[in-house]
């Protein structure tokens, strides 16, 4: 049978932040590990009943009588041990340490309370080393420790080679004045003896790149104790690594936003289209603008009242289309498993049957980036009010070359999971790094605004140019950037777009080209 792998956490008047450390050690991998908290609380005890928890009760000093050890050293610096009002807090912290090494004698993985974990760290628990953490190289009177914010012990091994983790002559203010061995922080004794022990005693030190992958960290939240509405704010802005995921709570609903102005000849066929696929809401941000003739609640209302459709007034904004998908993310995130950002000439299409939320439940990833496929005009010259679906049928050559070096067919879209933190967006997709980003056959691809094309699965049926005479009623409605000196150079440039998807012939060029009517 395999040993209990267990996490050991000393805690003093921060329930909250080792309520969410435990819940991100469940959430990054650690549904099976054993938890045990040694409670010094003075002021606010751990009392959460949580699975797989196990409280040591030394409120009172029933397990270590603190007033009776440190009484043991008379000439205890006072200055300094209580520093920031921590009463010998380092002293507090290595003894219950110790302690530990007696109650949990097979060994265990030590973390700090106010820390979140958000990576697996299962490979910590290396039955061949004695320690396993970061050494942070203090300079000045202070000595290098070991960080106890998270480190592993291996008890059987410490113990066996001579190491131990409080001894009072290497230890935190308990000599007098500026005496050397006043300058031993948590964890610089412990790691003096395996340094000092060797071979006997070995372990393994981590970079502080990696103990950033790992954690995050609040930073002497123990000593805080004025500090728990920081302390929830922190809690707050990192909640993606410990509360539930809409996933975790069983949801499977997908939404989209998007963001867009004059689209009302267009604006019911995407919805239904995306109504078709199974979409639980769709959240529209309409951009209009002062003097435009039209809004999107004018054609969407029926929708909005079944509540299918929530809009969002974004008039008059300018480069909104990102603070848009910002806004509805941060409002919107944990409503939903997944979350697409689409404009209203993008169709989602799949093949089969299935339902949007059952395509993307085969996603263990952040964002899921779907290519284009961009449509031409079908060789059409002027609007009618067919379906795009039923007029645009046949797409533009997969790997032709628009804008680009690379084919604009190469172009994503991102659909991003929900319950994440922070995102900031481009166009395309969220840039944040770190994010765990597949395409539809759920290969690994960078996060990007662009990837080799992949229609395998799922893609995007993109009716960007429409026909020449939609073309320019899009540019004419939204109007010429200024100064009007650039009005030639900018209609050659929407004529070449146009034309590098479509076949050039004298009637499109005549509209596409031409000048505006005055």
Not at 475 to 480: C, E, I, N, P
Request: overall charge positive.
């Amino acid at each position: 049978m395999a040993k209990q792998k267990t996490i050991a956490i000393v805690h003093f008047n921060t329930p909250e932040l080792t309520e969410a450390l435990v819940k991100s050690i469940r959430k990054h991998g650690g549904e099976e590990y054993q938890v045990v908290i040694f409670d010094n609380s003075d002021e606010r005890p751990f009392t959460k009943k949580m699975k797989g928890v196990k409280v040591f009760n030394n409120r009172k000093g029933q397990i270590i009588d603190f007033e009776k050890e440190l009484a043991k050293y008379p000439e205890r610096d006072e200055k300094i041990g209580c520093a920031k009002g921590c009463y010998f807090g380092s002293d507090v912290h290595m003894m219950s340490v110790q302690k530990l090494w007696e109650l949990v004698p097979e060994g265990f993985v030590l973390m700090d309370s106010d820390i979140l974990i958000k990576a697996p760290f299962d490979w910590m628990f290396m039955e061949d080393q004695c320690c396993c953490g970061y050494i942070s190289n203090v300079t000045a009177k202070r000595i290098p420790r070991l960080l106890p914010l998270l480190c592993w012990v291996n008890v059987p091994m410490c113990k066996a080679g001579g190491a131990t983790y409080f001894d009072p002559n290497r230890a935190w203010a308990l000599h007098k004045g500026d005496d050397k061995r006043n300058w031993w922080d948590t964890g610089a004794a412990f790691l003096d003896d395996i340094k000092r022990l060797k071979p006997q005693c070995h372990g393994k030190a981590i970079s502080r790149d990696v103990i950033l992958q790992m954690i995050v960290h609040y930073k002497q939240g123990s000593w805080g104790r004025s500090e728990i509405k920081q302390q929830a704010k922190w809690l707050s802005d990192h909640a993606d690594l410990w509360e539930p995921s809409p996933r975790d709570k069983g949801i499977k609903d997908v939404a989209i936003c998007v963001i867009g102005r004059n689209e009302n000849r267009y604006a019911v066929e995407w919805v239904e289209h995306y109504k078709k696929l199974g979409v639980k809401k769709i959240f529209v941000y309409d951009n209009w603008r002062t003097g435009d003739t039209e809004k999107l609640a004018d054609i969407l209302q029926p929708y909005v009242n079944s509540k299918l459709v929530e809009i969002t007034d974004c008039h008059d904004r300018d480069r909104y289309q990102c603070l848009a998908y910002e806004d509805c993310y941060r409002k919107h995130g944990s409503e939903y498993a997944w979350i697409g950002f689409v404009d209203f000439d993008e169709f989602l299409r799949f093949d089969g049957k299935k339902k949007i939320a059952t395509m993307f439940a085969q996603y263990d990833a952040d964002v899921v980036m779907v290519n284009w496929r961009l449509m031409t005009d079908n060789g059409l010259v002027h609007y009618d009010d067919r379906p795009l679906a039923e007029r645009f049928t046949v797409p533009m050559e997969k790997d032709k070359p628009v804008k680009y070096s690379w084919a604009e067919n190469k172009h994503i879209k991102s659909f991003v999971r929900g319950g994440l933190r922070g995102l900031k967006f481009s166009p395309h997709f969220p840039q944040n790094k770190g994010l765990r980003c597949v395409n539809p056959s759920n290969q690994r691809v960078k996060n990007q605004a662009f990837t080799e094309i992949d229609w395998s699965v799922m893609r995007i049926d993109h009716y960007w140019t429409k026909t020449a005479e939609e073309w320019m009623d899009v540019k004419l409605s939204r109007g010429y950037p200024l100064p009007t000196t650039y009005l030639d150079k900018f209609m050659q440039q929407q004529a070449n777009y146009f034309f590098a998807v479509n076949e050039r012939t004298p009637e499109k060029e005549a509209i596409v080209c031409g000048k505006p009517q005055e």
